[in-house]
């Protein structure tokens, strides 16, 4: 039988992750996987997370299964966090996932299994995760414009030309916040204009929102998922907690159906907690129990918002610095837009042979399409980086 299947694709980021390791180069940068990293290069357990697990280890009794839904205490504090109070708790469903790669699989599943000719849109470039997962559900997909290469912004109106060919039914995948390659975001006008579009067409939002707290803030940061929850008759939202809890390997994420009609609500939640039960009955618990403790004890709370403030102005503080060097060096604004960008991502604009060039001239690491973490960067690299990116002609 295993003679029949075929070799799957390498990851491109795992080798890449694997290339710098084996780089001796002492002065080498890692920009390319995307964790979040202090100035020393350590992705760090939060303190108020370290915290909830040594209380936790304290009270914990059984190891029973929790519910499908996954711990009620963690889905509603996700709840309250993502959505704050744009929407009643009676519109709509959730269920805890395996991190928001789970969410994000389920949210797909469920648009196929509600319509299997629904189409899905997807942002030019995206995650390439949503790709994979949705051909691998062989749904079928549909990109529109959305990164404008030479200004390093959002091309709005070429997207909303594209999303101008979406039938009633269809799917618009869209990233909460600090948009995953590019650090690219559309303004909250911007964002209005899009769900006036997709309810004149009868499409269906669904929102990816993994960085919930990287961008502007936590509630800045929320604002769009809100607003596309208040103001269409429903939406889908994967959301994700790896990031902005750093809990990545315990794979905690939370998948939300909204609907305006209320009577929508039970049967949505019975699909989801169906989802989960046909892919691996209950989800996991562990990060979800921390995220649950933290948010609902108001001094947890207060710290980890404290933490996780520091995290994004630092990642503000080195994207501004990178800005002001390469506009010294280059003696050209064209890369003020690493400034503009929000979240852990920019998309940098280099071709394919200048990325290798960093790599094998300079030692710096980053994606093909020129992705860098600007978390990769501490305040001594960001000269070497922008030096590098001078040299090489981007
Ligand atoms: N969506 C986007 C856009 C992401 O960048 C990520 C993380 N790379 C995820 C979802 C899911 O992350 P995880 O499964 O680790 O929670």
Redesign the pocket.
Known sequence: MFEHLKEQPKDKILALMQAYKDDPRDTKIDLGV?VYKNPQGVTPIMRAVKEAERRWWDEETTKAYTGLAGDPAFTDAMINLVLGNSVARDQFSAVAT???????RQAFELVRMANPEARVFVSDP??P??LSILKYLGMETIMYRYFDNASGGVNFGGMMEDLGQVRKGDVVLL?GC????TGANLNMVEFKAVIDLMNEKGAIPMI????QGFGDGLDEDAAATRAVAAGCPETLI?A????NFGI?RE???LLMAVAQDKSMQAIAQGNLAYLNRQNYSFPPDHGARLVGIVLNDDDLRADWKAELEEVRKGMLSLRTQLADELQKLSGSDRFGFLAQHRGM?SRLGASPDQVEKLRADHGIYMVGDSRLNIAGLNKDTVPVLAKAVVEVGI
């Open positions: 995307g395996p991190g928001g790669t789970g969410a994000v995206t995650w995760n949503h990233h600090c948009h995953n390659p990816d929102i993994a960085y994967a994700s907690c790896s990031k990545y794979r905690t994420g991502f």
